[in-house]
């Protein structure tokens, strides 16, 4: 272990924490890395991924955090790949023979993939030694970033029969430490956490009304010219409306975000890194595991999303240990925009309804289902609709059984008869009936399923197997399309009603969970605690100092958050004439009245699956009250429906 430490990585001790995690591995144990950003937790699954037998399995749920995890692997000549969605088939295929024949020790996916057929026949196949599930605080619903998927992956574990499993996160509190265990049967001795506190970092929270932001902004940069820094935003337009005043004032900065083409955030990232660009205006969807030592400064130009957000943020600076500083431009003014984003993924109680009745229905037992047209028709956001079934299999209601594309087509690049001549026998008639079976278009086929199985008795698994094969083999290029979810339903016989009801609470109950967590972050911004002690205390580390000496309360500047601008009373303004031409074109497409949540989310222009089909944005009313606290809205519209 520490031979390979040294020889491999270049390091002459393990840090904090590492050595404990490192060892409980290569002893045969699940464990969990439990350590503050940009101290380490990579190397828990990279060092003993080379002294273990078979494949390392890595489970990320961003690109972006693979990307450079890989481009970490391969300066250190280990045999590392991804399959993600931004490859040509022919480097998944590629990816997937070296997994086969043993060259590969490190393989990285997002928990989404596992959900592929072709790639689950495949992975099974594989011998693997190590399951890897970063940023695992995924996994709890008491956790920020829930990931519905994320949940399955103990099933995944069995399924797959993976000996271990190795959780790392940088944010979880006590609460969601015991739920990932509890999920893992991780020991309790073998979860290995180092503490939240970060003696380098300066935290300092700086009252500023919104329109004041951009000044201080560029005051700040430029005092400190020429220094790597993030500055962190909530929404896309943001970043780039700011990235380019400051481009504008002589601070050369970029936006990131997820809205912008993947080559473009790659060469921004990659500029960044290098040092030939010093500033970056992002979204969250930037710095998940960017491993860049000499960030010195983290400004928050709006509000963090939680405190489990700011601690990820701010851990992306001074990781070389040198000190840096995080800044907060605090206001309560774009307070609304947080909850919103909250507010618009509580399901409405007929969209959960319109789900349970489905299933119901659903005949011979068997519930066949696609997430895009069953968002749109219940108008559930995508995410929280994930999370509504997984909430009914854990009730037992429906149970997974796989999930497949409903459409394979694929293009021959080579003669039919050519391709009937690599086979013999029986195999020859299969590949045969695959052919004659097809929907032939000008240059594609579309393989029929149920032809092949009634006529040839021809499995899905071994179609697709063999599909896949032929494509290995540069033989064909094959394409699949509309990914559908089969679940087993195991009990119809509950209540529509009463089980809607229960959900609908259960949504509610998350509601205000997310609600509170943005309450706490403001409890901390407003702190006259020492901050990085408030901070470490939030995450249940105990060894923080009570006064750090280094943040701005410790320094005698307790921020006061201005108070948003006072807002026109809502009592006495008629709903009606604020929004018909909504209320009519929603009747009119859906059938039904909307509900005051509806109705809400229209005036604070909150987006909604329908709300897309509408063209919503374009009606009169859309987005006039955003400025407007949601519940506040939500009480003026009950009055008045």
């Given at each position: 272990m520490h031979d390979t430490?040294?020889?491999?990585?270049?390091?002459?001790?393990?840090?904090?924490?590492q050595e404990a995690a490192v060892s409980a591995v290569l002893a045969g144990r699940s464990a969990a890395a439990i350590f503050p950003t940009g101290s380490g937790k990579s190397l828990c699954y990279q060092l003993p991924a080379l002294l273990l037998p078979h494949l390392t399995l890595v489970v990320s749920p961003l690109l972006a955090l693979m990307q450079d995890q890989l481009a970490f692997l391969a300066r250190h000549g280990i045999a590392a790949a991804s399959i993600?969605?931004?490859?040509?088939?022919?480097?998944?295929?590629q990816t997937m023979a070296r997994a086969r024949s043993g060259e590969l020790k490190v393989l990285m996916i997002s928990v989404e993939r596992l959900k592929n057929?072709?790639?689950?026949?495949?992975?099974?196949?594989?011998?693997?030694?190590?399951?890897?599930?970063?940023?695992?605080?995924c996994i709890s619903e008491w956790g920020h970033n829930f990931r519905p998927d994320y949940l399955k992956l103990p099933d995944y574990q069995k399924q797959f029969r993976i000996p271990q499993v190795l959780l790392l996160t940088a944010t979880a509190t006590p609460a969601v430490i015991a739920d990932m265990r509890s999920k893992f049967a991780i020991a309790e001795a073998d979860v290995v956490t180092t503490g939240f506190y970060r003696a380098n970092l300066d935290l300092q929270v700086e009252p500023v009304a919104s329109a004041a932001r951009r000044a201080r902004l560029v005051q700040w940069l430029g005092e400190r010219a020429g220094q790597p820094a993030i500055v962190y935003v909530t929404q896309q337009k943001t970043a780039e409306e700011v990235a380019a005043h400051l481009a504008e004032r002589g601070i050369p900065a970029c936006a990131y975000h997820a809205g912008m083409e993947h080559p473009e955030r790659e060469g921004i990232q990659r500029r960044f890194m290098e040092g030939r660009l010093n500033c970056i205006v992002a979204t969250i969807a930037f710095g998940m595991g960017i491993d860049k030592s000499n960030i010195r400064q983290v400004v928050h130009y709006d509000l963090p999303k939680s405190l489990e957000n700011y601690s990820q943020e701010i851990g992306r600076a001074g990781r070389d240990g040198q000190r840096s500083e995080c800044l907060v431009l605090a206001n309560r003014d774009s307070l609304n925009v947080l909850e919103n984003f909250v507010y618009g993924d509580t399901p409405e109680r007929e969209g959960i309804r319109n789900v349970l009745e489905e299933i119901r229905q659903a005949p011979n037992g068997q519930w066949e289902t696609m997430l895009v047209p069953l968002s749109d028709q219940s108008n559930i956001r995508q995410l929280p609709l994930k999370t509504l079934l997984v909430q009914l299999e854990l009730r037992g209601i429906i149970a997974p059984r796989f999930a497949y594309f409903a459409e394979y087509r694929y293009k021959?690049?080579?003669?039919s008869a050519e391709l009937l001549g690599h086979f013999q026998g029986e195999r020859r008639q299969f590949v045969d009936a695959i052919l004659t079976t097809s929907a032939r278009a000008k240059t594609w086929a579309t393989l029929d399923f149920d032809t092949l199985y009634s006529r040839h008795g021809a499995e899905r698994a071994r179609v697709v197997k063999a599909l896949d094969y032929f494509q290995e083999r540069g033989w064909a290029e094959l394409e699949s399309k509309q990914m559908t979810e089969v679940y087993s339903v195991r009990d119809a016989s509950f209540s529509?009603?009463?089980?809607?009801?229960?959900?609908?609470?259960?949504?509610?109950?998350?509601?205000?969970?997310?609600?509170?967590?943005?309450?706490?972050?403001l409890e901390l911004l407003g702190s006259t605690e020492c901050l990085s002690w408030r901070?470490?205390?939030?995450?249940?580390?105990?060894?923080?100092?009570?006064?750090?000496?280094?943040?701005?309360?410790?320094?005698?500047?307790?921020?006061?958050?201005?108070?948003?601008?006072?807002?026109?009373?809502?009592?006495?303004?008629?709903?009606?004439?604020?929004?018909?031409?909504?209320?009519?074109?929603?009747?009119?497409?859906?059938?039904?009245?909307?509900?005051?949540?509806?109705?809400?989310?229209?005036l604070c222009g909150i987006s909604v699956p329908a709300f897309t089909r509408m063209k919503a944005r374009t009606l009169p009313g859309y987005a006039t009250l955003e400025d407007y606290p949601y519940a506040q809205v939500r009480d003026w519209v009950q009055a008045q429906l």
């Open positions: 430490l040294e020889r491999v990585f270049g390091f002459r001790q393990f840090r904090p924490g993600d969605s931004a490859q040509s088939r022919e480097q998944t295929a057929e072709r790639f689950r026949n495949f992975i099974s196949e594989v011998p693997i030694s190590l399951l890897v599930v970063d940023e695992a605080h021959l690049l080579i003669d529509v009603d009463n089980l809607s009801e229960e959900l609908h609470r259960y949504f509610k109950r998350h509601e205000e969970s997310e609600i509170a967590r943005i309450g706490a972050m901070l470490a205390e939030y995450f249940g580390d105990q060894q923080a100092p009570r006064q750090c000496g280094h943040c701005s309360v410790c320094a005698g500047h307790v921020a006061r958050l201005p108070e948003p601008p006072a807002l026109p009373a809502l009592d006495g303004q008629a709903l009606h004439s604020r929004c018909a031409a909504f209320l009519e074109k929603y009747r009119s497409a859906r059938g039904l009245a909307p509900s005051a949540d509806c109705v809400t989310r229209f």
